[in-house]
């Protein structure tokens, strides 16, 4: 089991940035895969961004392609996503979650371990 603590949301205005941080503990493993999705409200929880622990292969959901940017640093266990020109359809609840897998997955239910959500806001 993986445990996965999110950090760094906020409220910010229309075309700012923010930096989210998901540290992982218990049994991390290099065949894992992080990812970041996010659920607004009254929506299904939606795939935003993976990376591949060991390979550093990244995906993207279409909605923030080229905004933004996921990395992971293997000494820290952690995993970030830098978040560029928010605006207000950014606005929800994000959430890392942890996949036992050296394969990627868009898919939510593929994913072993979640963290707890972190809020994020963007004011237009």
């Known amino acids: 089991q993986v445990q996965l603590v999110e950090s760094g949301g906020g409220l910010v205005q229309a075309g700012g940035s923010l930096r989210l941080s998901c540290a992982a503990s218990?049994?991390?493993?290099?065949?894992?895969?992080m990812g970041w999705f996010r659920q607004a409200p009254g929506k299904d929880r939606a795939f935003v961004a993976a990376v591949n622990w060991s390979f550093g292969s990244t995906a993207y959901a279409d909605s923030v392609k080229g905004r933004f940017t996921i990395s992971r640093d293997n000494a820290r266990n952690t995993v970030y996503l830098q978040m560029n020109n928010l605006n207000s359809e950014d606005t929800a609840i994000y959430y890392c979650?942890?996949?036992?897998?050296?394969?990627?997955?868009?898919?939510?239910?593929?994913?072993?371990?979640w963290g707890q959500g972190t809020q994020v806001t963007v004011s237009s």
């Open positions: 218990g049994r991390t493993s290099s065949t894992y895969v």
């Open positions: 979650a942890a996949r036992r897998s050296r394969f990627t997955s868009r898919q939510s239910a593929e994913f072993d371990s």
